[in-house]
Nanobody
């Protein structure tokens, strides 16, 4: 199994930056695809970005392309989401997720989830 713990959320003004971290633990965690979802008040959960086990393949939602970058450091079993040029509409609870198949992040529901970290962007 995989356990995921997010960190790095907080309050930031529009135009600012944050870097979210997701620490993974488990025997096979380094071979899993990893990604991020978010859910804002009154909105459905939406996909943000995902990365495969090697870090050479990534997906990103159109709403964050050019502003957010996903990366991973397998030596630390950690996935990052660098968020730049933040907007108030980016305000949401951000969840880290993991699964064997990268395609699941955009076609289904990943098997493993963290508890989330809150990102609030003020105007």
């Amino acid at each position: 199994q995989v356990q995921l713990v997010e960190s790095g959320g907080g309050l930031v003004q529009a135009g600012g930056s944050l870097r979210l971290s997701c620490a993974a633990s488990g025997r096979t965690s380094s071979s899993y695809g990893m990604g991020w979802f978010r859910q804002a008040p009154g909105k459905e959960r939406e996909f943000v970005a995902a990365i495969n086990w090697s870090g050479v393949r990534t997906y990103g939602a159109d709403s964050v392309k050019g502003r957010f970058t996903i990366s991973r450091d397998n030596a630390k079993n950690t996935v990052y989401l660098q968020m730049n040029s933040l907007k108030p509409e980016d305000t949401a609870n951000y969840y880290c997720a993991a699964d064997r198949a990268l395609a699941i992040f955009t076609t289904a529901v990943p098997n493993y989830w963290g508890q989330g970290t809150q990102v609030t962007v003020s105007s």
